[in-house]
């Protein structure tokens, strides 16, 4: 006859408190993962929301700016500024404290003034009209290329330039960008 040996208990008790930990500890450890991944899309969420909230902002203040220093062609639908260099020193000023690219591009997309002061960065020297089209409706807001003008993703506001009298027409558009790094490179560290 087989005789049974029996474990003793302190080594039945051992393996079950062991499993329970590894599980336990397994389990909390996916929580936290999830919890980690749930709070980088929240965080890049805000940023975005941010980025878009400052960007239109500063592009309605050189619009109001562009009103103060400019008139308007009604007959050829353009926009004439008269005091050049004051609007291109504002403008650069006010690219570099907000660390921005501001572009003011014509009706038909083609870049009247840039704060760029070298134009290495950009691919294309028009707005494509798919791009203007989505302005004309109120704002334009996109994280890519606008529509190739950059060669890397930047987070861009765009707003219309309308005449001031009742047809309000749509003379020029002003497009502020910037960089969109920071969100970039938390999406790519996971």
């Known amino acids: 006859?087989?005789?049974?040996?029996?474990?003793?208990?302190?080594?039945?008790?051992?393996?079950?408190?062991?499993?329970?930990?590894?599980?336990?500890?397994?389990?909390?450890?996916?929580?936290?993962?999830?919890?980690?991944?749930?709070?980088?899309?929240?965080?890049?969420?805000?940023?975005?929301?941010?980025?878009?909230?400052?960007?239109?902002?500063?592009?309605?203040?050189?619009?109001?700016?562009?009103?103060?220093?400019?008139?308007?062609?009604?007959?050829n639908r353009q926009i004439l500024v008269q005091e050049e260099d004051y609007f291109k020193i504002t403008i650069s000023t006010i690219a570099k404290s907000t660390d921005a690219t501001i572009l003011i591009a014509d009706n038909k997309g083609n870049i009247l003034y840039s704060s760029e002061t070298?134009?290495?960065?950009?691919?294309?020297?028009?707005?494509?009209?798919?791009?203007?089209?989505?302005t004309a409706l109120d704002v334009y807001f996109d994280s890519k290329t606008l529509g190739g003008y950059y060669d890397t993703t930047h987070y861009t506001a765009g707003v219309p330039i309308r005449t001031k009298d009742t047809k309000a027409e749509i003379v020029a558009y002003c497009y502020v960008s910037t960089k969109s790094s920071f969100v970039s490179g938390l999406v790519m560290a996971t």
Not at 3 to 26: D, E, Q
């Open 1 to 75: 006859m087989k005789s049974k040996v029996k474990k003793p208990a302190g080594i039945f008790r051992r393996s079950i408190l062991l499993k329970y930990l590894t599980v336990s500890l397994s389990i909390i450890l996916v929580c936290m993962i999830a919890m980690g991944i749930a709070m980088l899309f929240f965080v890049a969420n805000y940023w975005e929301e941010e980025k878009k909230a400052n960007l239109v902002e500063n592009a309605e203040q050189v619009v109001d700016m562009i009103y103060k220093v400019a008139r308007f062609d009604h007959k």
């Open 118 to 134: 070298n134009s290495s960065e950009s691919v294309v020297k028009a707005i494509p009209s798919y791009i203007l089209s989505d």
